[in-house]
């Protein structure tokens, strides 16, 4: 007796399950220069979206009004701004620190919206102990006493930002890996080591005569998370670095304490056709971004 085999038709492939979003109590980002031709607005959408932070701070220069202009406004960096206002009305407790670069906005600091909170400055209590956090620009000498010279160095740094991404698609091109123009002069230039060197332990100074075991800042576009001992003892230094050269953002949790996230590091956030298309899609969806534009510069009278 033979038997017969019948194939059955294959099963529909079943849906690829978004990925889970990894909890952290609290993330910081900062130095995003929304606005500008070095911001990663994709890259920054893509690490929001893959974490479920219960309080998030944007400590400064998230908008670049120093460099803004209504001729570059992409629907990337919309989305960012369509985002963060999404967060708030999910309940995500969102502070609003002002920086240099978006130092316009400081005059509506102790605004409360909902969830979001404008604010110069933050205190976290928390388990590791009490966190300052404020953007930084109050120890730059040239923010305080020549703004104007300050100004033409963030359009000078925005141009070198500019030649770098046209450096990088040509080594792309050829099969080079990329290269951080900006980071390599900071490197090379001893008086901006220095900088950075007593940047840090100022900040950890006035931290430790306040009482605070942590200080969190933004500003110099420099990641880092090092102790520090001061006169009243020992302060740990947080920096959330930016969203232009180094990709980068501060994370805590109670099992964890404070940490460093690298975007470039984090195989999960790379580039991929699914992320390609998932980010075009958007982009089609998007209203005109010029319009939307018009709205938020309207509400914020800063037409």
Same mark, same amino acid.
């Given at each position: 007796?033979?038997?017969?085999?019948?194939?059955?038709?294959?099963?529909?492939?079943?849906?690829?399950?978004?990925?889970?979003?990894?909890?952290?109590?609290?993330?910081?980002?900062?130095?995003?220069?929304?606005?500008?031709?070095?911001?990663?607005?994709?890259?920054?959408?893509?690490?929001?979206?893959?974490?479920?932070?219960?309080?998030?701070?944007?400590?400064?220069?998230?908008?670049?009004?120093?460099?803004?202009?209504?001729?570059?406004?992409?629907?990337?960096?919309?989305?960012?701004?369509?985002?963060?206002?999404?967060?708030?009305?999910?309940?995500?407790?969102?502070?609003?620190?002002?920086?240099?670069?978006?130092?316009?906005?400081?005059?509506?600091?102790?605004?409360?919206?909902?969830?979001?909170?404008?604010?110069?400055?933050?205190?976290?209590?928390?388990?590791?102990?009490?966190?300052?956090?404020?953007?930084?620009?109050?120890?730059?000498?040239?923010?305080?006493?020549?703004?104007?010279?300050?100004?033409?160095?963030?359009?000078?740094?925005?141009?070198?930002?500019?030649?770098?991404?046209?450096?990088?698609?040509?080594?792309?091109?050829?099969?080079?890996?990329?290269?951080?123009?900006?980071?390599?002069?900071?490197?090379?230039?001893?008086?901006?080591?220095? /900088?950075?060197?007593?940047?840090? %332990?100022?900040? @950890? !100074?006035? &931290? +430790?005569? =306040?009482?605070?075991?942590?200080?969190?800042?933004?500003?110099?576009?420099?990641?880092?998370?090092?102790?520090?001992?001061?006169?009243?003892?020992?302060?740990?230094?947080?920096?959330?670095?930016?969203?232009?050269?180094?990709?980068?953002?501060?994370?805590?949790?109670?099992?964890?304490?404070?940490?460093?996230?690298?975007?470039?590091?984090?195989? /999960?956030?790379?580039?991929?056709? %699914?992320?390609? @298309? !998932?980010? &075009? +899609?958007? =982009?089609?969806?998007?209203?005109?971004?010029?319009?939307?534009?018009?709205?938020?510069?309207?509400?914020?009278?800063?037409?």
């Amino acid at each position: 007796m033979s038997t017969a085999f019948v194939s059955l038709p294959e099963s529909p492939a079943a849906p690829a399950r978004p990925r889970r979003k990894r909890r952290v109590q609290v993330a910081v980002i900062s130095d995003v220069h929304l606005g500008t031709y070095g911001c990663h607005a994709r890259e920054l959408l893509r690490y929001l979206k893959s974490i479920r932070p219960q309080v998030l701070v944007l400590n400064g220069d998230i908008v670049d009004i120093w460099q803004f202009s209504k001729n570059y406004w992409p629907p990337a960096h919309m989305r960012v701004v369509r985002y963060l206002a999404g967060l708030a009305a999910k309940g995500v407790r969102i502070h609003y620190l002002t920086g240099n670069h978006d130092e316009l906005l400081r005059k509506f600091a102790g605004l409360k919206l909902g969830h979001f909170r404008l604010a110069n400055k933050l205190v976290l209590d928390l388990p590791h102990g009490r966190t300052w956090l404020f953007h930084g620009d109050v120890f730059d000498v040239t923010m305080r006493h020549s703004r104007w010279l300050a100004k033409l160095g963030g359009h000078g740094y925005d141009l070198l930002i500019l030649i770098n991404r046209f450096v990088n698609y040509g080594l792309a091109k050829l099969g080079r890996p990329r290269v951080a123009l900006s980071k390599l002069v900071k490197e090379r230039v001893k008086t901006a080591v220095a /900088a950075v060197s007593n940047f840090e %332990e100022t900040a @950890a !100074a006035i &931290a +430790a005569d =306040e009482g605070y075991r942590y200080v969190a800042c933004g500003h110099i576009h420099q990641p880092e998370i090092k102790p520090l001992t001061t006169g009243k003892g020992e302060v740990t230094y947080l920096n959330s670095g930016d969203w232009v050269e180094n990709l980068t953002a501060l994370e805590y949790t109670e099992a964890a304490g404070w940490q460093l996230y690298y975007y470039n590091e984090d195989p /999960a956030m790379q580039a991929s056709p %699914e992320a390609e @298309a !998932a980010d &075009a +899609a958007e =982009e089609l969806a998007d209203a005109d971004p010029a319009a939307l534009l018009e709205g938020l510069l309207l509400e914020f009278k800063i037409k």
